[in-house]
């Protein structure tokens, strides 16, 4: 698994990123506190499955790929928040 990292201000590396989980179903959005996080399904197992934007602190503006890990996924991480609880 590699990460992605990129900030808002570059279209190129925002396309890239968003490239990488295209076509993946939307499992939920997080309160980071510092950041918005969209998890997406990770079905064939590659591991970059969550797009990090943040929105204060230190690292404002920076868009990251990670990973979330298929537990806190199926225990509901992201799941109240996309259905707005």
């Given at each position: ?36 996080e ?9 591991g970059?499955?969550l ?35």
């Open positions: 698994m590699t990460s992605s990292h990129t900030t808002v201000l570059d279209r190129e590396g925002l396309i890239r990123l968003f490239r990488r989980v295209s076509g993946r179903r939307l499992v939920g959005v997080v309160d980071g506190f510092d950041c918005v969209l998890v997406f399904e990770d079905p064939d197992g590659i970059e499955n797009v990090s934007v943040f929105t204060d602190g230190r690292r404002l503006g920076n868009v990251c790929l990670g990973f979330v890990a298929r537990d806190p996924i199926e225990a509901g991480y992201g799941a109240a928040e996309a259905q707005g609880s």
